[in-house]
């Protein structure tokens, strides 16, 4: 599709948008091999499930809590393979490896990928505060981090972040080698696309559309000038066994459309 054109539309897609953002973030973890998959929300959760189902078997999972677990549960039921106990401590000490990919969320992202999940307003007398840094810091400095947006706008695409909790591209660089040595952004996911950073100077770029979505409308709802390529396309459509995989097996009460409305 082409970056200017917005009339054409794809045909009518067997998937609904909610199983678009499902394949988008399954794609983060293709080719990912013997890591630990961490999503955080619904559709990431669904996403991990599906890449370890569909394309990367060596994926590693979690009950969410302390479990490996070795089957692949639907979301909401307990495992009934338990492979091994990840207990706090061993979870950071993972993290240090970089044998782990986040895909956490954002109440603020920018143009190099620097996240907030601390507060809104001034960090000294904040106007909404938020979940806090956690340890944002320590896993975009050592683990592949990609972001998941269920709703993409203005108030979360910013020109500036008000405190930096995941490190971008342009603060890693300020700090150096030992910041830019493990340092990767992979994707960003949201409810209109897929975005990512592979550009010379390491600014956000528009990588796919979701079916029915227009160029126009992610600019209009993003807060800073994204990178657009001449050609954008489509985010691909999930195959047959993908959808019945997410419909039969993974979500099978749908809470994905919870997130991501029809």
């Known amino acids: 599709m082409s970056g200017t054109d917005t009339t054409t539309t794809p045909p009518a897609a067997r998937a609904t948008r909610a199983e678009y953002c499902v394949v988008a973030c399954a794609e983060a973890w293709r080719g990912a091999g013997e890591v630990l998959a961490s999503p955080m929300g619904t559709i990431p959760l669904i996403g991990a499930r599906l890449a370890k189902l569909a394309f990367s078997p060596d994926l590693l999972l979690t009950d969410g809590e302390a479990l490996l ?24 000490a993972m993290v240090t490896t970089g044998r782990r990919h986040v895909m956490m969320g954002a109440s603020q992202i920018d143009r190099y990928g620097n996240q907030n999940i601390s507060c809104i307003g001034d960090w000294s007398r904040p106007k909404r505060q938020l979940l806090g840094v956690r340890g944002a810091p320590v896993n975009t400095l ?69 079916p029915g979505v227009t160029v126009e409308q992610v600019t209009e709802a993003t807060g800073f000038a994204l990178v657009i390529p001449d050609e954008v396309p489509y985010t691909r459509d999930p195959t047959a066994e993908e959808l019945r995989l997410i419909r039969e097996e993974i979500d099978p009460k749908g809470l994905r459309d919870r997130e991501v409305p029809a």
């Open 69 to 92: 677990i070795g089957d692949v549960p639907a979301v909401g039921a307990a495992p009934r393979v338990v492979e091994g106990w990840l207990p706090y401590r061993q979870h950071l």
């Open 142 to 210: 050592n683990n592949p981090i990609s972001y998941w947006v269920p709703k993409h706008s203005t108030r979360v695409f910013v020109e500036r972040v008000d405190m930096v909790s995941g490190v971008g591209y342009d603060r890693a660089a300020e700090a150096g080698p030992s910041a830019t040595r493990y340092h990767r952004v992979p994707d960003v996911i949201s409810d209109l696309g897929a975005f990512d950073f592979e550009t010379p100077d390491r600014r956000m770029r528009l990588r796919s559309l979701h």
